[in-house]
């Protein structure tokens, strides 16, 4: 369970300062698909990064499973960040490692035996249908066969919640498809709950249960997806649901 109480977030910068959240409330239910939508420089990184505290909030609350991450001090927080995986729009393998290599990566950070090791990085790379790549390099791999490494590695970790930050915005539409399947096989076979940042509706569609849309900073909207009367109330929502005139 993933509960977002208030969140306010302001960036300083040179010329100012920028308001990125503000007042955003969510609660997001174990083992659901839930979409955060919305245009460019809307907030849905800053939100996801607020999950795991990657990025903390100036005010608000983030529990996970009824505990305050904000009050945990450094090192109990890193270990459960363990259990929060991520994946981001370019992948971020490590150029320099094997595919084996990049998945065993978090798994010897965390200082798992080498066996347990082995057997992870096995597991992973088979549900991601991989395994027989697992000596190449990611130079040798496509955009969407990067992508797969990134959820195997993970997955290895044997998370409750999977973070993905526009997982399939560098990929053509084929590709993406093919990676919105590998996380509903996610989400519904590992009974992993998966936040989906995305601008693309239609990414939200195939997997998401419900979406919430976020627009300069707040949070505008939440539509239930598998509802067929869907009815977004909201200009921005309309013109993402692809109803109605351009905003
Ligand atoms: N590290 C940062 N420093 C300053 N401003 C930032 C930083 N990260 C994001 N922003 C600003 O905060 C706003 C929200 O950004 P972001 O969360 O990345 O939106 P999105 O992911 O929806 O495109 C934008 O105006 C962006 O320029
Ligand atoms: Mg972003």
């Known amino acids: 369970m993933i509960e977002l109480k208030g969140i306010n977030k302001t960036y300083q910068t040179a010329n100012g300062s920028i308001k990125a959240l503000e007042n955003v409330s969510v609660d997001i239910g174990p083992g659901k698909a839930w979409g955060f939508i919305g245009l460019s420089g809307a907030g849905k990184s800053t939100l996801l990064r607020c999950v795991n505290l990657l990025e903390r909030p100036d005010s608000g609350t983030v529990l996970i499973d009824g505990e305050d991450l904000m009050a945990l001090n450094s090192k109990t927080l ?3 960040r363990q259990r929060i995986g991520m994946i981001f729009q370019h ?3 490590l ?4 595919v084996f ?3 065993a990566f978090p798994l010897s950070i965390a200082k798992l035996s080498k066996n347990r090791i082995r057997e992870l990085v096995g597991e992973s790379l088979d549900i991601v249908n991989l395994s027989d790549r697992a000596k190449d390099y990611p130079a040798k791999l496509s955009g969407g066969q990067k992508q797969r490494v990134a959820i195997a590695r993970a997955i290895a970790m044997e998370p409750k919640i999977l973070l993905c930050d ?4 560098a990929l053509d539409p084929q590709t993406t498809s093919v990676i919105l399947e590998y996380l509903k096989k996610v989400n ?3 009974g992993i709950t998966v936040v989906l940042v995305t601008h693309e509706m239609e990414a939200a569609r195939k997997i998401c249960d419900t979406v919430s849309v976020l627009e300069h900073g707040r949070l505008v909207e939440t539509l239930s997806l598998s509802d067929p009367a869907v009815d977004p109330q909201s200009v921005l ?3 993402l649901f692809g109803y109605g ?3």
Do not use: D, K, W, Y
């Open 78 to 80: 890193l270990r459960r």
């Open 95 to 98: 150029a320099n490692c094997s």
């Open 166 to 169: 526009e997982p399939t915005s």
């Open 245 to 247: 005139a351009g905003i």
């Open 101 to 103: 290599e990049n998945v």
């Open 237 to 239: 929502a309309r013109h």
């Open 188 to 190: 519904q076979g590992l």
């Open 91 to 93: 992948f971020n393998l």
